[in-house]
């Protein structure tokens, strides 16, 4: 009797079990990517959008492998059609809301790519200055398109004449200004795709209007798909504009409780979050033991403040403090674009050890690859937002740490993110204790780098009122309210040399010098030329307050001062004046960048509108005139005898 034979079952995900197949090339490069299997997104998705004709709306938790689920299909489509686009015809178009997150799409895209030998031949030659050579099989040319970079419209525009790309990676804004150009065409017979990643937050920017512009220029027959850790009620607005009968997929992740319940989670398994209840002087000394604890060392760590000029304001600060060995990196969205690129691409491509400092520009879509803990010194005001900086961590598989800082008063946030199906649990490994000395220690630490720079006290100013203005509206208001703050021990905390003039305080009946000792005269700047200014201006305030004082009542000193009143409030009003003639002059410089990317039809219909309104205007101005017979004396007396009838608005004829 025959052995019996047993069948081995395939792994579903495995990258050689999909349907359709994918091309060898493309098994090379997810391999070469350190995939060896599909992810469940990656797995579901690939069957509807890259063999079946079907719009999706994927939702999967962050670190999911979103990027390369909606690429995939993105380069099969293209691939296996029989011609090569036409030149400056678009296949495919991905949507991103933020600069950074365009890039790394461009970026994974480009290394995909890489492995298809047509389209890789072609890559190298579009950073010269030759025209895309005509190929004779489709090819992938991708274009990346971002506000606030480098390019302008016009480059960015003289790059797609010359180089004919046919897949589009951009922030909404830019494409506009690029579709709205008649040289571009995205015709049924050859557009594909269309992709929004992190959907939800393209429409929490305030990208709406872009969106409808960019589904507008667009062909209604085609496949669409919507990536989103979350998708909101305001994604469901553009699900009914721009989609035909989607698939929803959504991957989730369940994980067993105690006691055999299955629990839904919106993270990865492998992401560990915890919490730290703490004062708020505690929380940078538990930072700093969290970082000397954690064995292994974290190589990549990202730390989330609330508010942009805080992250100014801790950059100075924290090196003083942190443990040797790390290095610190800064990024919110108020940098400019170049200073935004290097620091981004420092912290990816760190050697040693380091920490990004950040708000919540870096809280979703980019993807930070082996980042190893996540730290929040304070709650986002968005509760979607705690999700997204957790994931930062723990993407991929990859185990990782991230830990909230909670002050006492702001514990019922912990069953408040259960209910939100994100549970969190308290921190337990690395033990973390911090002593009132320790705390005063990390403070006077603070207080001695401040004291070198008078710059530093003014951001430290500016920071802290950003950031009791963000707390003031966080979304979970009954949480975290301004009436349970302990206002000392958070001018400790910040290190703060004097609490700042603010409304909060008005009610405030404490040391707002924090029991600091200053000598606010000597206290200078580091630069030499803003405290030059600052002396200069000290000595002026001291010359007009000796001149009130002396000859303040007299005919002669009061005189003077109606001199200096006259002449502050005629500079002022020079000033005043200087600035609305700039305004005037953006204006008209806008209203001419406007004009002038404006299509023939569309400027033609502007045109018609104008004639249109200047008509109306015309009639009315001719029946106002016969109805009140041109006497100008008569209506004046109506009026002022309280006879206002005539000057209501009777609408355009």
């Known amino acids: ?97 933020t600069k950074e997150l365009a890039g790394q799409i461009h970026g994974t895209l480009t290394s995909l790519i890489a492995f298809h030998p047509q389209s890789s031949e072609i890559l190298p030659l579009l950073n010269g200055e ?113 989609l035909r009968n989607p698939v929803k997929v959504a991957v989730k992740v369940k994980s067993l409780k105690t006691g055999g319940i299955i629990e839904e989670r919106r993270t990865p398994a492998s992401l560990q979050m915890s919490y730290l209840t703490t004062p708020a002087s505690h929380k ?120 909230i800082f909670l002050q006492p008063t702001e514990m019922d946030y912990v069953p408040f993110l259960e209910v939100r199906k994100t549970p969190i649990t308290p921190l337990e490994y690395p033990s973390i204790s911090v002593s009132d000395a320790d705390a005063d220690a990390i403070t006077s630490r603070i207080r001695e780098t401040v004291k070198r720079d008078r710059a530093l006290h003014d951001k430290a100013q500016k920071a802290f009122v950003s950031w009791v203005r963000s707390y003031s509206k966080h979304t979970a208001s009954s949480i975290f309210r301004i009436a349970d703050l302990d206002w000392t021990d958070l001018g400790h905390a910040w290190g703060l040399l004097r609490l700042p003039k603010m409304p909060e305080l008005r009610k405030f009946e404490g040391d707002k010098f924090l029991g600091v000792e200053m000598d606010w005269n000597a206290y200078a700047y580091a630069k030499k030329d803003r405290e030059k200014q600052r002396l200069a201006a000290m000595q002026k305030s001291a010359e007009e307050k000796a001149a009130e004082g002396n000859g303040g009542k007299t005919a002669e000193g009061q005189k003077e001062r109606r001199k200096r009143n006259a002449e502050a409030w005629s500079g002022k009003h020079e000033k005043e004046d200087e600035r609305a003639e700039r305004r005037e002059k953006k204006r008209r410089k806008r209203e001419a960048e406007r004009r002038q990317a404006l299509t023939d039809e569309e400027r033609a219909k502007e045109m018609d509108l104008e004639r249109l309104l200047e008509e109306v205007r015309r009639r009315n101005k001719e029946k106002y005139a016969a109805e009140n017979g041109g006497d100008v004396k008569r209506q004046g007396n109506a009026v002022a005898a309280g006879n206002g009838d005539d000057d209501e608005f009777q609408g355009f004829d």
């Open 130 to 242: 030759e025209k895309r050579p005509e190929t004779s099989s489709p090819v992938i040319v991708p274009q990346l398109l971002s506000g606030g970079s480098t390019t302008t419209p016009a480059q960015d525009l003289s790059f797609f004449l010359r180089a004919s790309p046919n897949v589009l990676i951009s922030t909404p804004g830019r494409l506009v200004e690029l579709l709205s150009s008649p040289h571009v065409h995205c015709p049924q017979s050859s557009f594909e795709l269309l992709i929004l990643d992190e959907a939800d937050r393209l429409l929490d920017l305030g990208f709406k209007a872009d969106l409808q512009k960019i589904l507008s220029r667009l062909p209604k027959q085609r496949r669409t798909g919507l990536f989103s850790a979350s998708v909101s009620e305001a994604v469901g607005e553009i699900i009914r504009v721009g």
């Open 284 to 403: 940078l000394p538990s930072l700093v033991q969290l970082l000397e604890k954690l064995d292994p060392r974290p190589q990549r760590s990202i730390i989330f403040l609330s508010t942009c000029a805080a992250v100014d304001y801790f950059a100075h600060v924290l090196p003083a403090l942190l443990p040797e060995g790390f290095d610190l990196v800064s990024l919110h969205g108020k940098y400019d674009a170049k200073v935004r690129e290097k620091n981004f691409a420092k912290f990816l491509n760190a050697v040693q050890p380091s920490i990004l400092l950040t708000t919540d520009v870096a809280a979703r879509g980019l993807d930070f690859p082996q980042v190893d803990l996540v730290v929040q010194i304070d709650p986002p005001s968005d509760p979607k937002s705690f999700l997204h900086r957790c994931g930062r961590a723990g993407r991929a598989g990859r185990r990782g740490l991230s830990v």
């Open 1 to 97: 009797m025959a052995p019996d034979v047993k069948t081995v079952k395939k792994d579903p995900r495995a990258w050689d079990a999909l349907t359709p197949p994918l091309a060898e090339w493309i098994l090379d490069a997810v391999s070469s990517m350190g995939f060896a299997r599909a992810t469940p997104v990656q797995a579901s998705v690939w069957p509807l959008f890259g063999g079946g004709n079907k719009d999706v709306v994927v939702e999967a938790v962050t670190g999911s492998g979103k990027t390369l689920s909606f690429l995939l299909p993105l380069v099969h489509r293209i691939l296996r059609l029989d011609e090569p686009t036409k030149r400056h015809h678009v296949a495919a178009i991905i949507v991103a809301p």
